[in-house]
């Protein structure tokens, strides 16, 4: 079993739903991030997170520390919020390396 | 204020050539991280550096895999004698102390 599971692993939608991406982790955490990554492009660091809600435009990321558990909503989505999703957390003690979901491919169609 | 800085964009090696990656972090980082993402894969961590020393290199592969990160210039993740299975995007990212992860463009290799 990953230390750290998301859901959906696909998921499609029609422009302007809402959206919401699941991530559990099973391992103590520092914080967690939520990643985007278009099809053959550079990864973009979203949000990081290590308690209730942050807010970026479209974007909103929640986390439950109590019960390991963070989402991603995206509100009024588009095409080009097409993309993988990945949540990665980060371990507590002296590294900082990310543990990596397996990634939501999220395609919005028109 | 420029973001992470990765070169190449793209590298293309024959077996048994030596693959060198680049990474300038962000202004005012002094932590660096290297992961790979293998065709069809997730992203897997690889090393986790500070000025002139690795702090964690779990993720390396024991053998053909080093990194650095000089007190002066970019970090250097190395591969020598590459083989096909080395193909992969390696993306690099840096951080100061405990705060986000900044991702760079990726260096995408193929070996032929």
């Known amino acids: 079993k990953n230390e750290v599971e998301q859901s959906p692993q696909n998921l499609t939608a029609q422009e302007g739903e809402f959206i919401t991406i699941n991530c559990s982790y099973s391992?103590?955490?520092?914080?967690l991030h939520w990643l985007q990554q278009h099809p053959g492009g550079g990864i973009v660091s979203l949000f990081m997170?290590?308690?209730g809600k942050k807010k970026h435009g479209r974007l909103i990321a929640t986390i439950n520390i109590q019960e390991k558990h963070s989402s991603l909503h995206i509100t009024a989505s588009h095409p080009r919020d097409s993309a993988v999703y990945t949540c990665?957390?980060?371990?507590?003690?002296?590294?900082?390396?990310?543990?990596f979901g397996t990634g939501t491919l999220l395609a919005v169609q028109p | 204020n420029a973001g992470v800085m990765q070169n190449p964009r793209h590298l293309v090696r024959r077996r048994g050539q030596e693959a060198r990656l680049r990474c300038s972090p962000m202004?005012?980082?002094?932590?660096v991280y290297w992961y790979r993402q293998l065709p069809e894969e997730g992203l897997k961590f690889m090393v986790y550096?500070?000025?002139?020393?690795?702090?964690?290199e779990s993720g390396m592969p024991k053998e053909r895999f080093s990194a650095e990160f000089p007190k002066e210039g970019p970090s250097i993740l190395r591969i020598q004698q590459v083989v096909r299975g080395d193909s992969a995007a390696y993306f690099c990212?840096?951080?100061?102390?405990?705060?986000?992860?900044?991702f760079g463009p990726g260096t995408r290799l193929t070996v032929l």
């Open positions: 997170l290590s308690s």
């Open positions: 391992v103590g955490i520092s914080a």
């Open positions: 202004k005012g980082h002094s932590h």
């Open positions: 550096l500070q000025k002139e020393n690795i702090i964690d």
């Open positions: 990212a840096s951080s100061s102390t405990n705060t986000q992860q900044f």
């Open positions: 990665a957390v980060l371990g507590g003690g002296a590294t900082n390396k990310l543990i």
